[in-house]
């Protein structure tokens, strides 16, 4: 089958499927995409341009919590509520990536972890704003537009989820294939050869870690009404530690396979800790045995190289 | 005036500790190239394998001497059968490994002694305080700093002044030439993993007095070693000591004169020293 | 066909069949168990809370399964690990309302949990029931009405305590409370307490969750010459914080005063905890012929001896047992609500009564003392006060007491 077209397949059998899964599997697949955007958004700062992040959770607490505030205080429509946590993520991921990208390789990565934590701290300890270490419970969800339908069906807030999901992926696919892209890639490839030809790779990586932080804050706007909550552990390193996981897990630099990576991630721990209380054991060796025989990832298994 | 010194001395005591448990990822990054996640659970198998040994013998030195190495064996065994295969690879695929690895090894330590901490007790001769300045301070903690740098001293020298310190330096610097030059790569770089871990055990027996032994103290200690090496500088053990000097003092004083801001105080002397000098302070200018 | 094609493929089957196919809607009858889900942490560093709540769950339903069941019908218990993370808890939450079909849960560690699952209750129409949170938010500000607290709740512990202080030649305390929200509220429920006794709060201060070294807040307790020092600190925080004050010799001069007094801690800390005094939610010590029944069952079950989380959690097995029998069913939730409201149960600890405004369990509070005890492997809570539940219960849906 032709690439365009399996794409369509799948992005047509995605919209389709709430007509045919049950209320619980609806959930679980809306959780899945909602990672799965976080996932393909930090591919754009490791696959495309090179640069490993230990702090991308901080992006995706800050719409979190940016549209959980919207929602409960203010009772916007819900795309009011991710513009505004996406915009958050994005103006804060500014000076944070001025700053981290006058360092490069391990140092750039602790760089965005202390940004990470200190925004972290910030969430923690604010407790009038953000409730603290308990956080913000009973996030709702509202409707599509001013006087439009209510998005607090599951089916309704799938759809929402699936098209963030879809035309997300198409502006990514079209940032990385435009020439600005392109650019990045050769960043990646060989820094110092992009800078001998009298490039400055800084406002290409600057400009590429803030829309990446944008759609993490997408990401995580979606988690806070699908959720009902938002709270410090979703700006956690842990958590920026494992959509790192999910990224590695599903193919470097595809778009595709961190968001295929996230889902086997998520559900290879959610199954098997329902199984065993001792799941830890079981994921660890997965992880290991994907990363010794799995060079590509999950999509270099996709497309036939092993 | 006590009170300056009492300071002094924890945060001596914090460093020593800091120390013990970074230096080991420091070298690691440094020859092998690897951010070893799982670094913080060799330090837990150390306070775990010394919990053991204090039972078994009911003699701390005894655990002091015999956990480390043991520690060491089960890291270089691991590197053998895993990360060696990795080692071309995106520093991505190294983190999910040593990830993985580390998942592994907390469940077994889980499954080996339950959940509840273990407690150690200092040897008789390390109990109790010494009068100082008015004040009592904990015998143990005087050993702590004693230990820091007895440890400190005696890497740098292996490092520096021996031959097999020599063929160390020559695998961080440029491993092909080594190989070329008749060093066994492979081996250098397993036993170095393997004395990495031994020292972060070593670090973890020395804790298990102050701390206890329990599941999660390698999750919390993973953090702090990482921002002590950046600090100072991958792959440079004079940029460690300086490093778990640098966060010892900043907690210790931190918690006493910042307390609102002790969550933060390490990520921001780290940032703040990156954003000037982005190498850490011993470290290779990229 | 295709290598990739067969992947997707089996990838997508594999998928459904990891989440399960839709289930079929099963008729009521007689003997279909009664499920009660628990999405409790089981991994990680709170894993000994969530173990105690399974602990209780295992002797309770064993019990009462052999004696035929509620209203004919066995219990049914489905754990699930949240690993102390609320975005977890939610998901094994909904995974248990939605494919397990549960209506009733519990086994909730950390607050944070247990209020992001009790906000999803009014749209699941599932009780949650707390044995463990003591979050006083849960029963005030953040109320609602599918949510039902059978435990002390933290304000109480911190009344029982102070109830008891209130009464002591101690006059200067030094607050110490884990900077997050049960810490903070700990401390700050005791201060106001405390200067409402007319006694004086001499410092608080408030490490990070997971501080390793003490080291700087002992010599500032030291520095204030507190006689008292109170104690809001997570497990293994606070395991921690007694060994170095032991080591530093703090506890020669500073009396340690814990909201919560557990088994764990013990066994952890040894000897060197002897003498804290503080709350216990279940001490195991009360002397009642129900619940010195009751320690030699679990006992004889589990091969130790009940902390506070067994005992809260098995009374509230037992109570909502009960409810379901006086509203003769398990599958209206609304039947159960209206039943459990202002009804009695006569517990382990003694007799609690569930309020209609905010269904907190009024019970009683102990003030406890660790003493060391030749008959136990390790120091046990004795008993030094016990109060009648509504001296130490906060007025309806808030958190003060005055």
């Keep these: 089958m032709k690439p365009r077209a399996l794409a369509l397949v799948t992005a047509g059998a995605l919209v389709a499927l709430p007509w045919v899964l049950a209320r619980y599997q609806l959930s679980i697949l809306t959780d899945l995409l909602i990672y799965g955007l976080f996932a393909m958004s930090l591919d754009l700062i490791i696959g495309y341009t090179g640069m490993v992040s230990f702090g991308h959770a901080a992006y995706f607490g800050l719409g979190a919590y940016g549209s959980a505030l919207v929602l409960l205080n203010f009772e916007q429509p819900v795309p009011v509520a991710l513009l505004a946590g996406a915009l958050l993520a994005g103006v804060v991921a500014a000076p944070v990536a001025y700053l981290s990208t006058r360092a490069t390789g391990i140092y750039f990565a602790m760089l965005t972890l202390a940004f990470a934590q200190l925004l972290y701290t910030v969430a923690y300890k604010w407790r009038d704003l953000t409730g603290g270490s308990d956080g913000i419970a009973g996030v709702p969800k509202t409707t599509l537009f001013w006087g439009g339908p209510s998005l607090a069906t599951p089916q309704a807030f799938y759809l929402l989820v699936t098209v963030c999901v879809l035309l997300s992926l198409l502006a990514c696919r079209a940032l990385v294939r435009s020439p600005f892209g392109r650019a990045l890639q050769a960043i990646r490839e060989n820094e110092r050869r992009f800078t001998s030809l009298g490039r400055d790779p800084r406002p290409f990586k600057l400009v590429v870690f803030v829309i990446a932080a944008t759609f993490a804050g997408l990401a995580g706007a979606l988690f806070a009404p699908f959720r009902g909550f938002a709270s410090p552990e979703v700006m956690f390193w842990v958590l920026s530690g494992q959509v790192l996981m999910m990224v590695v897990m599903g193919g470097i630099g595809t778009l595709i396979g961190p968001v295929l990576g996230a889902m086997v991630f998520i559900l290879i721990q959610e199954i098997a800790s329902s199984y065993t209380e001792h799941w830890m054991i079981f994921t660890g060796v997965v992880f290991v045995l994907m990363v010794i025989f799995l060079p590509g990832g999950l999509m270099g298994l996709v497309r036939g190289r092993a | 005036m006590s009170n300056l010194v009492e300071q002094l001395l924890n945060a001596l005591a914090l460093a020593g500790l800091l120390f013990l448990v970074s230096a080991g990822l420091s070298v690691v990054f440094g020859v092998l190239r690897v951010v070893n996640f799982a670094h913080g659970v060799f330090y837990m198998l150390g306070a775990y394998f010394g919990f053991t040994a204090v039972a078994l013998s009911g003699y701390f030195w005894l655990a002091l001497v015999v956990a480390p190495p043991v520690v060491g064996v089960v890291g270089a065994l691991l590197e053998a059968s895993t990360l060696r295969f990795i080692y071309r690879r995106d520093p991505s695929y190294q983190l999910l490994l040593t990830f993985g690895l580390a998942l592994i090894l907390e469940e077994s330590v889980r499954i080996l002694y339950g959940n509840t901490a273990k407690s150690i007790d200092a040897p008789l001769a390390l109990q109790g305080g010494v009068a100082l300045l008015g004040t009592v301070y904990p015998r143990y903690r005087l050993f702590l700093v004693v230990l820091g740098l007895a440890v400190g001293v005696a890497v740098w020298l292996v490092l520096q002044r021996t031959r097999a310190g020599l063929v160390i330096r020559a695998v961080a610097q440029n491993s092909e030439m080594a190989d070329c030059l008749g060093a066994d790569v492979t081996r250098v770089r397993t036993l170095v993993f393997g004395a990495a871990c031994a020292l972060a055990g070593l670090g973890g027996v020395a804790a298990a007095p102050m701390t206890s032994a329990y599941l999660g103290m390698g999750i919390s200690v993973i953090v702090d070693a990482f921002v002590v090496v950046v600090i100072g500088g991958l792959g440079s053990i004079v940029g460690s000591m300086a490093g778990s000097l640098i966060v010892g003092a900043a907690q210790t004083w931190g918690a006493f004169y910042l307390p609102e801001a002790a969550m933060v105080i390490i990520y921001a002397v780290m940032g703040a020293l990156l954003i000037f000098r982005p190498w850490g302070l011993f470290g290779e200018e990229e | ?402």
């Design chain 3, 1 to 402: 066909m295709k290598r990739r094609d067969f992947l997707s493929m089996a990838g997508v089957g594999g998928v459904g069949a990891g989440l399960g196919f839709p289930a079929f809607v099963r008729g009521v009858s007689a003997a279909t168990p009664i499920k009660i889900g628990l999405p409790t942490v089981l991994s990680g560093s709170n894993a000994q809370y969530g173990i105690q709540a399974k602990r209780a769950c295992e002797l309770f339903g064993k019990e009462i399964n052999a004696k035929g069941g509620v209203l004919g019908r066995p219990l049914e218990f489905i754990y699930e690990d949240t690993g102390g993370d609320p975005a977890t808890a939610v998901r094994k939450a909904q995974k248990l309302v939605e494919k397990d079909g549960v209506k009733f849960l519990t086994g909730t560690v950390l607050s944070s949990e247990a209020l992001a699952v009790s906000a999803k209750c009014p749209e699941w129409k599932v009780i949650l029931m707390s044995t463990i949170n003591g979050a006083g938010a849960l029963t005030a500000k953040s109320f609602n009405r599918y949510f039902f607290r059978v435990n002390t709740s933290g304000p109480m512990g911190a009344r029982a305590i102070s109830l008891y202080l209130a009464e002591s030649p101690m006059k200067r305390f030094f607050g110490l409370g884990a900077d997050y929200a049960w810490g903070r509220d700990s401390v700050g429920s005791f201060s106001a307490q405390m200067t409402a006794a007319k006694k004086e709060i001499v410092g608080k201060e408030y490490p990070p969750v997971g501080t390793k070294d003490f080291a700087s807040y002992i010599a500032k307790i030291k520095q204030s010459k507190a006689e008292g020092v109170y104690l809001a600190l997570p497990g293994q925080d606070s395991t921690i914080f007694l060994k170095q004050a032991h080591q530093f010799e703090l506890t020669k001069q500073v009396k340690p005063i814990m909201e919560i007094v557990e088994l764990e801690n013990m066994k952890a800390v040894g000897e060197a905890m002897a003498g804290t005094i503080g709350s216990s939610r279940y001490p195991f010590t009360v002397d009642t012929p129900k619940n010195n029944a009751f320690v030699a069952r679990f006992h004889a079950m589990h091969g130790v001896y009940p902390d506070m989380f067994d005992g809260e959690t098995y009374e509230g097995l037992e109570w909502i047992t009960q409810v379901f029998q006086k509203a003769g069913t398990a599958d209206d939730v609304e039947k159960v609500i209206a039943a459990w409201e202002d009804s009695s149960y006569e517990g382990l600890e003694g007799p609690f009564f569930m309020r209609k405004c905010d269904h907190q369990a009024v019970q009683p509070g102990f003030a406890v003392e660790a003493v060391k005890d030749p008959r136990y492997p390790h120091l046990i809570p004795k008993i030094l006060a016990t109060y009648p539940g509504d001296k130490v219960t906060p007025k309806c849906l808030t958190e003060d007491f005055s």
